[in-house]
């Protein structure tokens, strides 16, 4: 399955993400978690540490490679180069193992499903088509917030797009924005999960406007994920509360699979 997760800035597209694949994972699947977010913090959410292991080099920052496999100088336009280069071997050289899983960091895919004619964005493209078309494990993809990455291409090969909502006007209105354009793009499966809910009313607003057939998970305000994020440590370890209703998401996305 090849799972995107989207939604406004902010509404906890990393830490579901993140729980997701390590539930996952501790449940004996496959992941392939991709950080496409320019800001990414995926891998900190999945447990990583950045002061002691180093940086995570964003695929789309590694001049050499982009050269290599497009013929041309990154930065560089309107020139010659490769428009569907090699790509297949790129997760198993670039991806870094934690527990568990394997991550691998894109940088910014917004213009690679687009049309900006650069170097950098013919590798991310293919790769993007790879990851979506050709892999056989679960693939999650944490997108950057709003909705610009779902412009053509690939989109139709995802199974499922995961919209996050939390409770506000904006959130909501992003959120629904997503879903259209998603649908124009055939998208086939396109689910909100409401995040960081504190109560019924909230819930009941929400799913007044979202309609209550398109919510798959409707997942509690829990503090745990505030001082995780605080803290610098994995949400996996202590958000009990959010990893129940994780659990049940699952159990959808399977039976929609
Ligand atoms: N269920 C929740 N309850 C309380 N806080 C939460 C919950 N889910 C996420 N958060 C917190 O909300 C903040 C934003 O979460 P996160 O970074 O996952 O959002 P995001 O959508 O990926 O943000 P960005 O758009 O910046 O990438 C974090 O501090 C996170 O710990
Ligand atoms: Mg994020």
């Known amino acids: 399955?090849?799972?995107?997760?989207?939604?406004?800035?902010?509404?906890g597209k990393t830490t579901l993400c993140a729980l997701?694949?390590?539930?996952?994972?501790?449940?004996?699947?496959?992941?392939?978690a991709i950080d496409a977010d320019p800001n990414g913090s995926l891998a900190g959410a999945?447990?990583?540490?950045?002061?002691?292991?180093?940086?995570i080099e964003p695929l789309i920052e590694k001049k050499a490679l982009v050269e290599e496999r497009t013929g041309a100088k990154p930065g560089s336009m309107g020139g010659y180069f490769?428009?569907?280069?090699?790509?297949?071997?790129?997760?198993?050289?670039f991806s870094v193992e934690i527990n568990g899983l394997r991550l691998m960091v894109t940088g910014e895919l917004k213009e690679a499903l687009g049309g900006c004619y650069?170097?950098?964005?013919?590798?991310?493209?293919?790769?993007?088509?790879?990851?979506?078309?050709?892999?056989?494990e679960w693939v999650l993809l944490d997108m950057e917030?709003?909705?610009?990455?779902?412009t053509r291409g690939t989109a139709e090969s995802v199974s499922v797009l995961l919209v996050v909502?939390?409770?506000?006007?904006?959130?909501?209105?992003?959120?629904?924005?997503?879903?259209?354009?998603?649908?124009?793009?055939?998208?086939?499966?396109?689910?909100?999960?409401?995040?960081?809910?504190?109560?019924?009313?909230?819930?009941?607003?929400?799913?007044?406007?979202?309609?209550?057939e398109n919510v798959w998970a409707v997942i509690p305000f829990d503090m745990h994920a505030v001082h995780s994020d605080l803290s610098g440590t994995s949400p996996f370890d202590s958000c009990q509360g959010?990893?129940?209703?994780?659990?049940?998401?699952?159990?959808?996305?399977?039976?929609?699979?």
């Open 242 to 257: 959010m990893l129940d209703t994780v659990r049940t998401l699952i159990d959808t996305l399977e039976a929609k699979a």
């Open 82 to 93: 490769v428009l569907n280069p090699k790509v297949d071997d790129l997760v198993h050289r």
């Open 145 to 150: 917030a709003g909705f610009e990455h779902l």
């Open 165 to 212: 909502v939390e409770p506000g006007q904006r959130a909501i209105t992003t959120a629904k924005k997503i879903s259209s354009l998603a649908r124009q793009l055939h998208i086939k499966r396109i689910g909100y999960v409401f995040n960081k809910v504190h109560d019924d009313e909230q819930k009941r607003i929400m799913t007044d406007v979202l309609g209550a």
């Open 20 to 32: 997701l694949a390590m539930e996952m994972v501790r449940q004996g699947r496959k992941v392939l």
């Open 1 to 11: 399955m090849k799972i995107a997760i989207s939604g406004k800035g902010g509404v």
């Open 46 to 55: 999945l447990g990583y540490k950045e002061s002691e292991s180093g940086r």
């Open 118 to 136: 650069c170097p950098e964005n013919a590798l991310l493209r293919s790769f993007l088509r790879h990851l979506i078309v050709e892999r056989d």
